[in-house]
């Protein structure tokens, strides 16, 4: 059975219609595919349709933006109940303090490179989260980067003199929302050093104990020390291994099923999470 957990649409910063993520799975082989776009679940129904449509099975999701000793961290949560107030709120606020992060970097940028608030906006059509990634295919589309691995690398990392912060949860608060929404969390790409910095081990103890069931340590931005770092963590720490692709459609080299997931423990996410995987 071929299980990915993580992707993203057009429903935040990828650039597939949830449909097409769906399709797209399919058509790599995939038994199984979670949609986690950022901060929303606005892809979920449509995902869902397309799912029985193509003999998908569906783990719907987000990836929940947190902080925790001051460095970015990220959250995958399956299976919640999208309509629960703890982590609604929560994925409110951070949606909005992400638009207005966007336009201060766009800001900063427009005193050097051609770049404008509405570029940014043709490139976040039907997306519910504006972000970073809008920004990259903004400047890719002025002629002012190749792609927005580039953008990231030289104008938009979190280094940068364009670089902007925005609100997010404590990550054990954001773990107990997520739990208390009926979800299962799961560190996504704790080790990914090329993005900046990481956190320490004792921040995998804080979030375990707030309720972190899992660690994403098979990704493609996880080099093979930080792998077995991981999963030594998640053996100390009771924890299951997840694998993913992180799939963006074209806004990433990434490929779907160019990491996976273990069948069982599909079987305990979905023991743990309150709503039910999509079966066609």
Same mark, same amino acid.
């Given at each position: ?45 449509? *995902? ?12 719907r ?5 947190a ?34 992060r966007?336009?201060a ?18 490139h ?27 953008? @990231? ?15 997010a ?17 799961? @560190? ?15 921040? @995998?103890?804080?979030?375990?104990? *707030?309720?972190l ?14 792998? *077995? ?10 924890? @299951? ?40």
């Open positions: 059975m071929l299980i990915d957990l993580h992707t993203h649409s057009t429903a935040s910063d990828g650039t597939d219609a949830p449909a097409q993520v769906v399709l797209d799975a399919a058509t790599a082989g995939l038994d199984v595919v979670a949609l986690t776009d950022h901060d929303t679940t606005a892809g979920w129904d449509e *995902a869902a349709d397309a799912a029985r449509e193509h003999g998908v099975a569906l783990v999701g987000t990836e929940v933006s902080r925790s000793s001051g460095i970015s961290i990220h959250l995958l949560s399956y299976l919640q109940d999208p309509t629960h107030p703890a982590l609604t709120a929560e994925l409110d606020r951070t949606r909005e303090a992400r638009v207005g966007a336009r970097i766009v800001d900063l940028l427009a005193a050097d490179y051609p770049i404008t608030w509405d570029d940014v906006l043709e976040s059509r039907d997306a519910v989260v504006v972000g970073r990634p809008h920004i990259a295919d903004a400047l890719v589309a002025r002629g002012v980067v190749p792609d927005r691995d580039a953008a @990231f690398t030289h104008l938009l990392a979190s280094s940068g003199p364009y670089y902007v912060p925005h609100y949860p404590d990550g054990p608060d954001a773990v107990r929302a997520i739990r208390a929404a009926g979800g299962v969390p799961v @560190f996504a790409h704790p080790g990914a050093d090329g993005r900046g910095r990481i956190v320490p081990d004792r921040v @995998f103890d804080r979030l375990a104990a *707030a309720g069931a899992g660690i994403e340590v098979h990704h493609r931005d996880h080099s093979p020390q930080q792998r *077995a770092r991981l999963t030594a963590i998640a053996d100390r720490l009771g924890l @299951f291994v997840t694998g993913s692709s992180d799939y963006h459609g074209a806004g990433k080299a990434n490929r779907l099923g160019e990491n996976l997931t273990a069948p069982e423990v599909l079987g305990a996410i979905e023991e743990q999470g309150m709503t039910k995987v999509v079966r066609p």
